[in-house]
């Protein structure tokens, strides 16, 4: 069964500093890969995905992630954070064979300014 | 840009009450799911609807759940008799096609149990 795990429950970063959110996936075969975000009050949006090919992926307000196979990461990373990037985030996982994503658990970004 | 929206946003109810959390989708899509949240936990996946029939569920999903699309454009989730277990968020998503794995989701429903 697939699994994800998102080792930071909490992240804390000043305002214009960068930020990497880690994301471990357990799954045999090529995963789908998928960074969520909840604002407050919001339902959950997707920032970016990963099926196949480029292994850096590009996504909404200035986020990317990268597929690494070797360490079963897709870690999220922004180069300068935003206060309004303050949310929790969702890693999630999906396979070929269903197109149900399994999320982890989530990671809190608290941006000081 | 079109959106799901949820109602109610809140609500309570005692242990042993039916609820019905309401859901309207996109209007194009096809595909509909359930997903609940309890606090300080994962998402967790409930349930997946189309063509007017589940297509795929949980563990979690037991007989106390149904979910049903009683016109053309909302999309319910009943929870016949409630438990205290049963407080959580309750997200309602909808996609365009099933291999498009791109789901919006509404801003949830916090349903609590006393």
């Known amino acids: 069964a697939q699994s994800v795990t998102q080792p930071d429950i909490h992240i804390t970063v000043s305002e214009g500093a960068s930020l990497e959110l880690r994301c471990n996936y357990s799954y045999g075969a090529t995963p789908y890969l998928f960074w969520y975000v909840q604002s407050p009050g919001q339902g959950l949006q997707l920032l970016l995905k990963y099926f196949s090919g480029d292994t850096l992926v590009q996504g909404i307000k200035g986020f990317e992630a990268e597929f690494k196979r070797s360490q079963s990461s897709f870690n999220l990373r922004k180069p300068s954070v935003h206060w309004s990037d303050a949310a929790e985030y969702f890693c999630?996982?999906?396979?070929?064979?269903?197109?149900?994503?399994?999320f982890g658990r989530g990671t809190s970004l608290i941006v000081h300014p | 840009e079109p959106e799901v929206t949820q109602t109610p946003s809140h609500q309570v109810t005692q242990m042993g009450q039916e609820v019905i959390l309401r859901c309207v989708p996109i209007?194009?899509?096809?595909?509909f799911y359930w997903y609940r949240q309890i606090l300080g936990q994962k998402v967790e996946f409930l349930v997946s609807f189309y063509n007017n029939e589940i297509s795929e569920k949980s563990e979690i999903f037991d007989d106390q759940f149904s979910v049903e699309r009683p016109d053309g454009s909302n999309f319910t989730l009943k929870i016949r008799s409630t438990k205290l277990e049963d407080s959580a968020m309750y997200f309602c998503?909808?996609?365009?096609?099933?291999?498009?794995?791109?789901?919006?989701f509404g801003p949830g429903t916090r349903l609590t149990v006393t």
């Open positions: 999630a996982v999906g396979s070929g064979g269903s197109y149900i994503p399994t």
């Open positions: 209007s194009n899509h096809l595909y």
């Open positions: 998503a909808s996609s365009s096609g099933s291999l498009s794995y791109e789901q919006y």
